[in-house]
Each structure stands twice: as C-alpha cells, then as structure tokens.
C-alpha cells in the first residue's frame, strides 16, 4: 500500500465556519506534510510532523491549526479563514526527514472559502 | 529569481513526439525529484536523483551535479502523459526534507 489518502476531496465553507481536513497514510512513514497550492503556482510547504512531533511551521496563519494524532494520521483544523485561503491542500509523507526520502502526496483538498 | 528554474513553461507535443523538459538550480542539492501533478491535484513522484540517469518505462531523468541541471525526458509520448511537470530539490544542508519547487512545466500532448 503506497496510497497517502485525503478526505474531504472538496470542501466549501464560510468565513465564521470551522472545519477540519484529513490525511491518512499505512507505509509507515514517520514525517507527514502539509502543503498548500494555488493554480498555475508549485506547492508552498506549511507544515512537517517527523514521529508525531511539528519540526517545521513555515510562518503559517494560527487560522491552520495542524494536529498529528498518531503515526498514521494527519489533521489540518480550519478556522476563521479568508476567501485568499482558498486552494488545493495536499498532504503528503515519507519515511523519515532525516535522509533523502521520496514524498508520496495526497489526491489534495480542494478549499474553497467564501 | 527563483532558485529552481523550469523549461519550457508551457509545451505542446504531438503523440510520439521525444519530449524534454529543463531543470537548472543555483543552490547545493542533495537530491532533485521530478513530480507530475495531473488535472484535479494528485502529485505522483517520478524520480528521485542525486547523480546520473534513472529510466522507469518511458521516462528517463538525468542531472549534472557540477552544472546545476536535470533533464526529464519521455519517449513515445502519449496524450496520457498530459499533465504539469514539477522539478524540485533538497537543498544540502537544508533543514529536515524541505523541497524547493520549480514552477512547472505544463506538457500537453495532442493526438
């Protein structure tokens, strides 16, 4: 199984609403990503949980709030945000950040604030 | 100027065309990955280099690590192979497994 799943596939919500997207993974990777996408621009990395522990935060606003529960499971809790907040999230993991290691992603989250 | 430098932006093949796409990057790497991300999101990992070629069925990646550039190469191309190219690279030294993205190449490939 080399499949990095992700739920909602879409989500649309307001501006006072609170939401929470999903990210789950079975190889056994211990590093867990969260990146952010807007059309026609590469990923922008936000987040990365190494063994269940947040080791990088890429400045990102406290409106994200990512939560690492266990090995296998990554979640990205939504709060307050802005219509510019609207754009693909994709998740992805690898076996460990310590040496190069392949990133397998997610299908992504299509956000969509109003 | 971004760190990671992609062409063509936009390419347009005809089916059974060889097609190439450039990366060149002006930091130390570690490692370079070519991903490609199809219409709707998913991102697939095609290759991970840190010296000399790699060929998985119709693609071929290579890079140059004293001149700064990979090169991703498919044969026999396909209107399957439509989607955007992404070249990214672990910075030496960088923190954790922190990538810097190319800002892609958009291949489509008509029949």
């Known amino acids: 199984d080399t499949e990095v799943t992700q739920t909602p596939k879409h989500l649309v919500m307001g501006m006072t609403n609170k939401k929470s997207l999903k990210c789950e993974q079975h190889m056994g990777h211990r590093a867990m990503y969260w990146y952010k996408q807007k059309a026609k621009k590469p990923p922008e990395l936000m987040f990365v949980y190494s063994y269940e522990k947040l080791s990088i935060n890429e400045s990102v606003p406290s409106r994200f709030s990512p939560e690492c529960p266990n090995s296998s499971l990554l979640n990205l809790h939504l709060h307050a945000l802005q219509p510019e907040d609207s754009a693909l999230y994709l998740c992805?993991?690898?076996?460990?950040?310590?040496?190069?290691?392949?990133?397998?992603f997610g299908p992504g989250t299509r956000l969509l604030v109003l | 100027k971004n760190e990671v430098e992609q062409s063509p932006q936009n390419l347009t093949a005809q089916e059974g065309e060889f097609i190439t796409i450039n990366c060149s990057y002006s930091v130390g790497i570690s490692a370079l990955h070519w991903l490609q991300q199809h219409p709707g999101g998913g991102i697939v990992s095609l290759f991970m280099l840190s010296s000399g070629k790699k060929k998985h069925g119709r693609l071929i990646a290579t890079i140059n690590i004293q001149e700064k550039h990979s090169s991703l190469h498919i044969t026999a191309s396909h209107p399957r192979d439509s989607a955007v190219y992404i070249c990214?690279?672990?910075?030496?030294?960088?923190?954790?497994?922190?990538?810097?993205f190319g800002t892609g190449t958009l291949l489509a490939v008509q029949p």
């Open positions: 992805a993991s690898s076996r460990r950040t310590s040496v190069e290691e392949t990133q397998y």
């Open positions: 990214a690279v672990r910075a030496y030294g960088g923190a954790t497994n922190k990538l810097i």
